[in-house]
């Protein structure tokens, strides 16, 4: 084999690589396996005990909504919606960056989201999953749920009624959790026969044997997986954009002030990949660091993930500022008053003036260099996004619905403990989720990197007579 | 015991002569070779899909992408007959004198029900063409097959019944191969 060559860039005008050092194939395969082979750390075991002790309050406090029944939330009438659809929406939109990169992204053959894929992708899932539990404990009793959600021919000989947009919502999630799971799992075959044929103990080899499938790298399977992956990537793509607007539905097609506007969908998908790419950046940072993979996750990718967030942090921006337009050139009193008054001023309005100053100034940093390749200035914003993003959705949630039309109806909102425990917990459940994730699976896809490195040595011997410096 | 199986319970143990090869390029001609030398059953292994893999094995046109049409359409039209059936002709609900066929609100969930059903057929489809999971393979006998999943470029020729094992193993080292082992399936 030639000798590879030293510094791995796609891009003739961008120096900086993709892949960093002299690797082969062996090792990529050697480097992005290691983590899982070496013994969990301390620092593991420390995450772990506290995201377990955080998974225990969700244990507590759906038990409790379950004993108890909703009414042990702080939802009232008019807020009838309140932390429940809140941290659905939230962690709905977590999953979206996952489903970007690795469906948008493949398709439009961004070489950098090679790296980053097999980890959005599960943070996708664990956040799908999050997000599931919201509506199902909201309907109070989650063991009739099938009853109220899915189109089957019950003893209530009703059928659901198609024409609301929570039904779609619950064909737009559950598809889309399905075909997150099913591109994860395709992805990961080759990883983990790759794991398999690695591994050093017979019960590590047969355990990844079971879930390898029998993958033998066969070229005529790989024919047609090339084309199986790349299909279910198209077929995520236009779920990027639905499943949002699906949920910005929910909102849209209402008359209440601050929810019926046609901005939604766009604003919502936009708001959705920001906070996704939030959440990316707030775990890769230290993954990278610590699961020895600053190899392929470079500053570059981090880079990359900066200018997404600052793209889609100014197309929030902009659906903040057409809201506030429409609302004062519509000449609507109640939409006026919406977004003037109740929210700028409303008791609610330390949580706007959080949302405005979390996701329209904060990622302002990022227009500058030294705002992106500063790692540590970079999760902090990462995180206060990820705050910001909760905020909007409180922001249109609770505070326009607890200043409708009637002031007779007005009534303020106050989460109770079990809201809270709840919302805590599904971080916890999420957190556990991704730290056995990181344990088990290689948390880079193995087989893409190597295919890239690949492509790009092959690209740089091809190209070299003309651009070699 | 191994490579046995003339205990005349009639199993006949397919062998393969598996040759590695130095580099992906390697591997490529040497499948053309091989091929050209008049053997069937010929696959390649390798731990990531190689350009100009389909060319080199004389694929057809993958079948996956057909599959997934079909599956999408077949979830449109299921989609769309449901909510027609039930909210048309087996329980018309009256809301807001909204006509019981509402062709802008079907939309959303017959959209989703072709991704889902496109998507499903994407996946198990493939798992159904290739045939897996199979969990044994007699070429997981050879040692060194291990590195296919790892840093390895493989080329494995299966002996057809009653053929020459001599005659293919010349020719997977004619074809350029660095180092051939000989495996039979195992009777269990």
């Keep these: 084999m030639a000798a590879p060559h030293p510094v791995i860039s796609s891009d003739p005008l961008d120096p900086r690589p993709l892949i960093e050092g002299k690797q082969t194939d062996q090792t990529i395969n050697d480097s992005l396996l290691e983590h899982v082979w070496r013994g969990a750390g301390k620092g593991w075991w420390a995450l772990f005990g506290i995201a377990l002790s955080a998974l225990g309050l969700l244990v507590i406090s759906i038990s409790y909504t379950l004993y108890k029944g909703i009414g042990s939330w702080g939802n009232n009438i008019p807020v009838g919606w309140a932390f429940g659809i809140i941290n659905f929406v939230w962690w709905i939109g977590i999953g979206h960056a996952g489903t970007l990169i690795s469906a948008i992204l493949l398709l439009l053959q961004q070489k950098w989201r090679t790296s980053i894929n097999r980890f959005a992708e599960a943070m996708t899932l664990f956040a799908v999953i999050c997000a599931l539990l919201f509506p199902l404990l909201h309907t109070g009793r989650p063991w009739f749920a099938a009853y109220w959600l899915m189109p089957y021919p019950s003893v209530q000989g009703i059928w659901p009624q198609f024409k609301s947009p929570l039904t779609w919502d619950v064909f737009a999630v559950s598809t889309y959790f399905t075909i997150s799971l099913l591109f994860w799992f395709l992805g990961l075959v080759p990883d983990l026969a790759a794991l398999r044929d690695s591994s050093k103990s017979p019960t590590k080899r047969f355990i990844y044997g079971i879930f390898a499938l029998g993958w033998r790298g066969s070229g005529r399977h790989w024919a047609e997986y090339k084309w199986s992956y790349v299909l279910l990537a198209g077929l995520s793509t236009p779920l990027v954009l639905s499943v949002h607007t699906i949920v910005s539905f929910d909102f849209a097609t209402s008359v209440l002030p601050g929810w019926h506007t046609t901005i939604f969908p766009p604003y919502f998908v936009a708001g959705a990949v920001f906070s996704g790419f939030a959440m990316v950046v707030t775990w890769i940072i230290p993954a990278r660091e610590f699961l020895g993979l600053k190899h392929v996750v470079t500053a570059k990718h981090i880079e990359m993930m900066c200018k997404v967030m600052l793209a889609t942090g100014m197309i929030v921006t902009y659906g903040y500022v057409m809201e506030h337009f429409i609302a004062w050139y519509s000449g609507d009193p109640y939409e006026f008053a919406q977004f003037f008054l109740v929210r700028q001023r409303g008791p609610m309005s330390r949580i706007y003036w959080l949302m405005v100053f979390c996701n329209c100034v904060v990622p302002q940093i990022f227009w500058t260099k030294r705002g992106r390749t500063n790692l540590p200035v970079v999760w902090i914003a990462a995180i206060l996004i990820n705050v910001g993003m909760w905020c909007e959705r409180f922001n249109i949630i609770v505070t326009s619905l607890h200043r409708d039309f009637l002031p007779s109806k007005w009534e303020n909102y106050a989460p109770t403990w079990v809201d809270i425990s709840l919302f805590i917990g599904t971080i916890g459940l999420f957190s556990t989720l991704f730290l056995l994730f990181l344990k088990f699976v290689p948390a880079v896809a193995v087989t893409e990197v190597k295919e890239l490195r690949h492509e790009l040595e092959h690209a740089g011997h091809g190209a070299g007579g003309e651009n070699h410096a | ?188």
């Design chain 2, 1 to 188: 015991m191994s490579g046995g199986g003339e205990h005349g319970s009639g199993f006949v143990p397919r062998r393969f002569v598996i040759g590695q090869f130095a580099t992906a390029d390697a591997l490529l001609a040497g499948t053309r070779k091989v091929r050209e030398a008049g053997n069937k059953g010929v696959d390649t292994h390798t731990p990531y899909p190689l350009h100009g893999l389909e060319d080199a094995l004389g694929l057809g046109r993958p079948k996956i992408p057909t599959l997934v049409l079909l599956g999408a359409i077949a979830g449109a039209c299921i989609a769309y007959a449901m909510i027609y059936y039930m909210n048309v002709i087996d329980f018309p609900i009256n809301v807001a004198n909204r006509p019981p066929h509402s062709p802008p609100t079907n939309l959303p969930i017959t959209f989703e029900l072709a991704v889902l059903l496109g998507g499903t057929t994407s996946f198990f489809g493939f798992f159904a063409l290739a045939g897996l999971p199979k969990p044994y393979h007699p070429i997981f006998e050879a040692e060194f097959f291990t590195r296919a999943s790892i840093d390895g470029f493989f080329l494995s020729v299966e002996v057809p019944a009653g053929g020459s094992v001599e005659k293919v193993e010349a020719d997977v080292k004619g074809a350029g191969a660095v180092e051939i082992q000989t495996v039979a399936e195992s009777e269990r």
